[in-house]
T-cell receptor
Framework: DVKVTQSSRYLVKRTGEKVFLECVQDMDHENMFWYRQDPGLGLRLIYFSYDVKMKEKGDIPEGYSVSREKKERFSLILESASTNQTSMYLC?????????????FGQGTRLTVV | SQQGEEDPQALSIQEGENATMNCSYKTSINNLQWYRQNSGRGLVHLILIRSNEREKHSGRLRVTLDTSKKSSSLLITASRAADTASYFCATDARGFGNEKLTFGTGTRLTIIP
């Protein structure tokens, strides 16, 4: 079974802290994605990566950065956490075969910034 | 910006009835996918339809795709209580450099026993 594992299920951080969200996949997928999910807004793409050390901005990259040093790991970094970054964060991975194929999701990290 | 928009935002039906959800998108795509999300969990892939396909079936699911109208529909037949969830369509935009997978806002489906 494909597995995408996010490092934390729940996280509480203080305003101004640097926050790291980790995601690991075990299926040698090229593509990895970070989304945030807020009520009524669906999933919004923050960043994605199509190869090691390669990254592209999604629709809402402001206030975030990412790192992909190894193929299996994709990290989301909140440089200075703010209360408006309180959200559910979802990581996903997929193959790339004539388009993005089936994406596998982690269980999500519910981040609260206080 | 959101690539996909689902309609309706919420849908309640009796168990055993069919449920239809619609998705509209904005740009050319390689494929369109549908996902389900149970409350507070990650998303689970349901079905993928490629841009050169018009209809696809998987069990009780039927997906149609109309690329001329940039729209898709998901039909769940003979609904069950376990189908209660949020459903999202997702597209990968063609011709925008590397493909990214973009989701809509979702349809909240409630099956009434």
């Amino acid at each position: 079974d494909v597995k995408v594992t996010q490092s934390s299920r729940y996280l509480v951080k203080r305003t101004g802290e640097k926050v790291f969200l980790e995601c690991v996949q075990d299926m040698d997928h090229e593509n990895m994605f970070w989304y945030r999910q807020d009520p009524g807004l669906g999933l919004r793409l923050i960043y994605f990566s199509y190869d090691v050390k390669m990254k592209e901005k999604g629709d809402i990259p402001e206030g975030y950065s990412v790192s992909r040093e190894k193929k299996e790991r994709f990290s989301l970094i909140l440089e200075s956490a703010s209360t408006n970054q309180t959200s559910m964060y979802l990581c996903a991975s997929s193959l790339s075969m004539g388009g993005v194929t089936e994406a596998f999701f982690g269980q999500g990290t519910r981040l609260t910034v206080v | 910006s959101q690539q996909g928009e689902e309609d309706p935002q919420a849908l309640s039906i009796q168990e055993g009835e069919n449920a239809t959800m619609n998705c509209s998108y904005k740009t050319s795509i390689n494929n369109l996918q549908w996902y389900r999300q149970n409350s507070g969990r990650g998303l689970v892939h349901l079905i993928l339809i490629r841009s050169n396909e018009r209809e696809k079936h998987s069990g009780r699911l039927r997906v149609t795709l109309d690329t001329s109208k940039k729209s898709s529909s998901l039909l769940i037949t003979a609904s069950r209580a376990a189908d209660t969830a949020s459903y999202f369509c997702a597209t990968d935009a063609r011709g925008f450099g590397n493909e990214k997978l973009t989701f809509g806002t979702g349809t909240r489906l409630t099956i009434i026993p």
